[in-house]
Each structure stands twice: as structure tokens, then as C-alpha cells.
């Protein structure tokens, strides 16, 4: 019975009805898009602070070579080592060695095969257009020997991405064998997460001392002070992110929740009728529960829909991909259905409570 009654005053009232069910919808759908954004801004904002500063110290030095680095990658804490030195430009594009390490950190196909190269995704649309150069033989340098492009890359050093040169990548072993390279005066140890470079940065120059017989000197260019600054500020930048998702989850809280009030205390006429007919206090109570429960919860679903599309179209616009978490969409739709219930439930027992004749008054 009281599932009809809700119904009947819900489909009686469908204006008013409409009208709260589009505030609950609102309030979801920008909880939704804000967490979703935010996330995926959040996570894109990492990606180009690692990329800019990583957990790694620079070694200067006389007489380093490929296999001082191969030897550095072989220490247990370290998790690669490369040469900024190791570029060259062929005259079409410029291409950088990396070790099988450095590759298999950055995510790219770190068992590169004698001249083979990787491709940056731009390079590619400049020289391939739309398709896969997968595949594809390139000439390259004075001697025009022949490469075989292995696969397309996407940048993520933002720096380097900002480059207007065609770029590539091949193995450290290639590089060294086309340029002829054979020494270099830096390279950069990059440590696992957790690791404190400075501390460790006298143990790699003593490896490397030892392997030179004593000989050479061997000087910190760059320690991992940067590295720290930009974990503080990936950290600032959480806290920041996920008060804005509170407030947001505040604000539509408090919205919904002044909606169900307000359409409860309106209701407060009809009260006087149903007692006057009859209905007992735990009738009127349960009917406009469910009748708040219904809105709230159809109107938390919609929203979900509404906010996962609306953040999709959004992240479009604005170039941000957005994450969404079933932790948060879970939180969104239970805290939608809780502030229906739980703000319905004080006014509709004050007007449980109230005598017949002072709720027919109200009318």
C-alpha cells in the first residue's frame, strides 16, 4: 500500500517531482565529471612531472663508455643508466641510443635488433601520414644505410615532445656502431623508487673508479634534489585535487538534501488528509521514505550515466582522458540514495507528529 501511495503522489505531482529528480540528477552528474576529471588530470600531471624530474643523478666523468654503463645496470638498486650524449642527427631525424633497461623503463620495446628504430608518433604522420610504418624500410645518415622502423612511440618527456625535429629511437649498441661513438663525459643513473639517490651517488662513483683502476675523477652534476621538489608537489597537487572532489561531493550533498526537505515539508497538506482518512504515523512516514528513496536513487542512477557521459564529451574538449573509479561512482550512488533517505526522514515524522487539524490548517 505504501508503495502505491508513493507512486500515486509522485505521478500526481510530476512537475515537482521532475523538478527534484533533476536537482539529484545534477548534483551526481557533477560529482561525477569533476572526480573523473580530476583524475585523469591529476594523472597526466604526474606522467609529465616524472617525466621531468625522476628519482636519478648525472655523473660527469672522462672516458665513459657503453659498457660503464652496462656495468652501472648491473648494481641491484639502480634501474638504468643512459648517455644524454647518445644522440645523433642523421639529417632526416634524430636519433637516440638507449640500453635495454632505459627501454624497458619508458615502456618501449626494450629487444631492439641491429638497425632497427622506433618512430615518435608525430614523426611518423609527418613522414607515413595515417598509416603503420611498422615495418617500413628508412635510409638514413651520409652512408644512406638501410633501418627497419619496429613500431611508433609516443613521447612523454613534455620537453622533448615539444620538439619540432623528426625524432627516433634505437638501441645504445646501433647507435654507437653508426656514429661511431665510443666515449662520453655524462651519464644519468636513474634509482628504483624509494632509493635515496644522494646517498647512493658515492657508491656508483666508487664502482666506477674501481672499474677504471682508480683512475679518473668522477663528479655529482646533478643530484636528485629535483626529484624530491616534485614528489612534494605531486603530493600538494593530491591533497588539492581531492578537497576540490570533497567540496564538489559537499555541495551536491547539500543540494540534494535541501530538494528532499523542501519536498517533504511541501507535502505537509497532504498529511492532514491522510490522517483524517485514517492512515496510522508508520504509514505516513514509510510512504514518504519511499517516495524520497525513489527520487534520489532513480535520479543517483541517471546521474551516473549522465556524469560518465558528460566527462567523456568534456574530456574531449579539453584534452584531459578521464578515470573513473568504481570507488567513487559506488560512494556517489550510495550517498545519493542516504540523503534522500536520511533528510526525508526528520521532516516526514515532524509531520507524522503533527495533529490532524493543524495539518489540514496548513492547506
Do not use: Q
Request: charged share 25%; hydrophobic share 45%; net charge positive.
Amino acid at each position: 500500500m505504501s508503495f502505491w501511495m508513493a507512486w500515486k503522489m509522485i505521478w500526481e505531482n510530476k512537475r515537482r517531482s521532475l523538478f527534484s529528480l533533476c536537482g539529484v540528477l545534477m548534483g551526481i552528474t557533477s560529482i561525477i565529471v569533476i572526480f573523473s576529471l580530476a583524475e585523469g588530470g591529476k594523472e597526466l600531471i604526474k606522467n609529465d612531472l616524472s617525466s621531468l624530474a625522476e628519482n636519478r643523478i648525472m655523473i660527469g666523468g672522462e672516458n665513459l663508455s657503453v659498457r660503464d654503463g652496462k656495468l652501472l645496470e648491473d648494481i641491484p638498486f639502480v634501474k638504468y643508466a643512459f648517455f644524454p650524449e647518445a644522440r645523433l642527427d642523421t639529417g632526416e631525424l634524430i636519433l637516440t641510443g638507449y640500453s635495454k633497461k632505459s627501454l624497458l623503463a619508458m615502456g618501449y620495446p626494450s629487444n631492439l635488433k641491429d638497425r632497427e628504430i622506433l618512430l615518435e608518433e608525430k614523426t611518423s604522420k609527418k613522414l607515413y601520414g595515417d598509416a603503420d610504418p611498422s615495418g617500413e624500410k628508412i635510409e638514413l645518415g651520409e652512408r644512406k644505410e638501410r633501418y627497419i622502423i619496429r613500431d611508433v612511440y609516443r613521447e612523454k618527456n613534455p620537453l622533448e615532445s615539444a620538439n619540432d625535429r623528426e625524432t627516433g629511437i634505437t638501441s645504445l649498441t646501433s647507435l654507437e656502431r653508426m656514429a661511431g661513438l665510443k666515449r662520453f663525459s655524462r651519464v644519468v643513473v636513474s634509482f628504483y623508487e624509494g632509493e635515496d639517490g644522494e646517498k647512493l651517488a658515492p657508491v656508483v662513483i666508487s664502482r666506477l673508479k674501481k672499474v677504471h683502476g682508480g683512475r679518473g675523477n668522477y663528479i655529482v652534476m646533478e643530484n636528485s634534489g629535483k626529484y624530491k621538489k616534485i614528489e612534494k608537489i605531486k603530493k600538494t597537487l593530491n591533497i588539492f585535487l581531492a578537497a576540490i572532489g570533497l567540496v564538489a561531493l559537499i555541495m551536491g550533498g547539500l543540494g540534494i538534501s535541501n530538494l528532499m526537505a523542501a519536498m517533504v515539508r511541501e507535502r505537509t497538506p497532504h498529511i492532514g488528509i491522510l490522517r483524517a482518512m485514517g492512515a496510522g504515523k508508520n504509514f505516513i512516514m514509510t510512504t514518504f521514505l519511499i517516495e524520497a528513496a525513489f527520487i534520489s536513487i532513480t535520479g543517483g542512477i541517471i546521474g551516473i550515466i549522465a556524469g560518465i557521459t558528460g566527462a567523456k564529451v568534456i574530456g574531449k574538449i579539453i584534452e584531459i582522458p578521464p578515470i573513473f573509479m568504481g570507488k567513487h561512482i559506488f560512494m556517489t550512488f550510495v550517498i545519493s540514495a542516504l540523503l534522500g533517505i536520511a533528510f526525508g526522514i526528520l521532516p516526514a515524522k515532524k509531520a507524522a507528529d503533527m495533529d490532524t487539524v493543524e495539518a489540514l490548517r496548513s492547506s
